[in-house]
């Protein structure tokens, strides 16, 4: 069975960093794109980055400039390196990757791994 795993997520003050670190099983094939999802509390959850397997990423707005995605392809892993982190930022942070099916897509998601900024 896939499965997609995070870690890293810490309570930490505004201004620091942390970095989140999913890895993932169950497959041969590669995942495009992996993408890290947050969601907080009452809140929509909410793409804030992606990368695909030749390396092209995309960024939320709100974390260009200090959100890092990164991908580790033979592993199919997937980090996130998040600077300036402000307490906006608390949330639950979840990894995707997809992988084809048919003409779409099956989306998986790990169980998500919990960002606290403190002000």
């Known amino acids: 069975q896939v499965q997609l795993v995070e870690s890293g997520g810490n309570l930490v003050q505004a201004g620091g960093s942390l970095t989140l670190n999913c890895t993932t099983s169950?497959?041969?094939?590669?995942?495009?794109?992996m993408a890290w999802y947050r969601q907080a509390p009452g809140k929509r959850r909410e793409l804030v980055a992606s990368?695909?397997?030749?390396?092209?990423?995309r960024y939320a707005d709100s974390v260009k400039g200090r959100f890092t995605i990164s991908r580790e392809i033979v592993k199919n892993a997937v980090f996130l390196q998040m600077n300036n982190l402000a307490p906006e930022d608390t949330a639950t942070y979840y990894c995707?990757?997809?992988?084809?099916?048919?003409?779409?897509?099956?989306?998986?998601w790990g169980r998500g791994t919990l960002v606290t900024v403190s002000s």
């Open positions: 169950g497959t041969a094939f590669i995942f495009n794109p």
């Open positions: 995707k990757g997809d992988l084809p099916s048919g003409q779409s897509a099956i989306s998986y």
């Open positions: 990368a695909s397997k030749d390396g092209t990423t």
